[in-house]
């Protein structure tokens, strides 16, 4: 099968890849455009480990195909940090040890930037709503929720 020519916004970042026509976001982000910190954790949807921002909606990029990327503005972890300084989440998720092996923290960074792009005073409820489709299996979540309410009211300035 041919690859298809995809033009799409990585990380405020015009790119060109080829893409078989089967091939996920997720294998396209990893495989042709070197951004690892994308990770798979089932390949399903199921886990949230793949998440990004696709025009601005939170998705599993296991489940989209690269060649549904043309055109689209994606967001990655990598997009995360600006000018060498930590986003909130990330200085919050250390401040509360909301990590411990690390492999699910990028889809859930990402994950908690879009609910908070969103809803800037999210409930713990809502949080908790929200990152339902992210799983981890070392933190046990509380501290994850500290951590993103802890960044909420920051980035409010209520900190």
Not at 15 to 38: H, K, Q, S
Not at 104 to 130: F, H, M, N, Q, S
Not at 149 to 156: C, G, N
Request: aromatic share 4%; charged share 25%; with cysteine.
């Amino acid at each position: 099968m041919s690859k298809i020519h995809v033009t799409t916004t990585v990380n405020n970042e015009v790119v060109e890849f080829l893409a078989d026509p089967r091939e996920t976001l997720l294998d396209c982000l990893r495989d042709r455009l070197d951004l690892t910190g994308t990770k798979e954790g089932c390949g399903t949807g199921d886990c949230g480990a793949c998440s990004v921002t696709v025009d601005g909606t939170l998705v599993c990029s296991c489940l989209v195909l690269g060649v549904e990327a043309e055109g689209a503005k994606i967001e990655t972890i990598e997009n995360m940090a600006q000018d060498g300084a930590l986003h909130p989440l990330q200085r919050k998720f250390i401040e509360h040890a909301a990590l411990q092996c690390g492999f699910c923290t990028p889809g859930i960074l990402v994950a908690a930037k879009a609910l908070l792009d969103k809803t800037p005073d999210p409930t713990e409820t809502e949080v908790r709503y929200w990152l339902a489709g992210n799983l981890c299996r070392c933190t046990g979540y509380d501290k994850i929720i500290r951590a993103v309410m802890d960044a909420a009211a920051e980035m409010r300035g209520a900190a």
